[in-house]
């Protein structure tokens, strides 16, 4: 009886700590970072995504291909039009009937109305675009909402980020909301929260987006990594970004 | 041309000791990496940067393989004298790039 008492009490600790990370518990990527990192990224002379935001607002100003458009012709100052929209996004998009996260809302606007090529993932152009569209919210809460429309897309995300995948045999919250703070190897576990993407990973020696990170993680724990821009990784960043509600946003963020 | 970044105290004081900072993209390829087909991929770094202040050189660092990409470089000198500093990063093919900036002493 004894044993079994424990046993259950022991099941019982199992089930809270697998709970999800209280409000005030939440520290985003920047509080697990070195003294070291967190001055690289607070000084923008030597942050070096910022780079990639001098790029961005260079390609904002620039007319691009067919329609000889260019982004800010129709959006004007992105100091004003651009502030808290990466805090935003992923958000619904009403024609294609499900969620588009930041890249893909740049690729859509070149489409829909510069007549121009959508940007390669990962590209240059597209780092940069984004980097520079989400520097304009640094300090800005994370607010995505759960409109009924984006809650089966919530949901989808909400489950991928607890299905255990891969050969390891693992969920994302496994250990980032049960072993956050605890060490994986030499690297502290973060709680991963999406709030300065895309970011300069000095393991990357580049920017990167969001996408890449998962599918970083994903090929961590051996599994297969979605494609870039599938439905399912953005539900995943969709879920990231309520996770991470009223947490401000940091972008272009240094990682380590 | 690649993105650079330079940042120094705009109007310091005659004599005043000023910190300057420098960012430049640079994927530094350290010519030790192999490609996807088992290939070396070409060394490509940047291997030395200099900077003049009204033509006199005042910092020059030589860069090896074993540094980061987009390297920053940080360093100080004592504003003597309204003029121009000059920042050259020459890379393993020679190209060279340059950037002039304004420094107003009072």
């Known amino acids: 009886m004894r044993t079994l008492l424990a046993a259950g009490l022991a099941l019982a600790a199992a089930t809270a700590a697998a709970a999800e ?16 990192i967190r001055a ?37 100052d992105a100091a004003v039009s651009m502030k808290g929209v990466a805090a935003r996004y992923p958000a ?36 940069a675009l984004t980097a520079f569209v989400a520097r304009q919210s640094r300090g800005v809460p994370i607010t995505v909402t759960a409109s009924p429309t984006l809650r089966p897309f919530l949901d989808l995300g909400k489950e991928l980020f607890h299905q255990r995948e891969g050969q390891l045999n693992l969920s994302c919250s496994q250990c980032h909301d ?3 703070g605890k060490r994986l190897a030499g690297s502290v576990i973060p709680q991963g929260h999406p709030t300065g993407y895309p970011i ?36 995943l960043e969709l879920y990231l970004m309520e996770r991470a509600g009223g947490m401000p946003m940091d972008a272009p963020a240094v990682r380590p | 041309m690649a993105r650079v970044l330079i940042n120094f105290p705009p109007r310091p004081k005659r004599g005043e000791i000023i910190e300057i900072k420098t960012l430049i993209q640079h994927q530094m390829e350290t010519g030790y990496r192999l490609d996807n087909k088992g290939a070396v991929i070409p060394r490509d770094i940047i291997s ?9 050189e005042v910092f020059r660092a030589e860069l090896f393989p074993a540094m980061s990409a987009n390297p920053f470089i940080a360093f100080s000198t004592v504003a003597t004298e309204s003029g121009e500093l000059v920042f050259s990063w020459i ?10 900036r304004q420094i107003t002493v009072e």
């Not at chain 1, 930041?102 to 152009?125: F, I, K, M, T, Y």
């Not at chain 1, 970083?216 to 494609?227: I, L, S, W």
């Open chain 2, 48 to 56: 030395r940067f200099t900077c003049t202040y009204n033509g006199e």
């Open chain 1, 21 to 36: 990370i209280a409000l005030d518990a939440r520290r985003s990527g920047y509080d697990f970072a070195s003294p070291e």
């Open chain 1, 92 to 127: 619904f998009d009403p024609v294609l009937a499900r969620p588009l996260d930041l890249e893909q809302r740049v690729n859509r606007c070149r489409s829909e109305h510069q007549g121009a090529e959508p940007l390669a993932w990962e590209s240059e152009d597209l780092l």
């Open chain 1, 178 to 180: 049960d072993n956050w």
């Open chain 2, 91 to 100: 890379d393993d093919n020679g190209q060279i790039q340059s950037e002039i």
């Open chain 1, 40 to 76: 690289m990224q607070d000084d923008e002379s030597a942050n070096p995504g910022m780079l990639w935001v001098l790029q961005g607002e260079s390609l904002w100003a620039r007319k691009a291909d067919a329609a000889a458009k260019s982004c800010q012709d129709c959006h004007g």
């Open chain 1, 200 to 235: 300069y990973r000095l393991e990357w020696q580049s920017l990167g987006s969001l996408q890449r990170r998962l599918r970083n993680c994903m090929t961590a724990v051996r599994a297969e990594p979605f494609d870039y821009g599938a439905p399912q990784a953005v539900a």
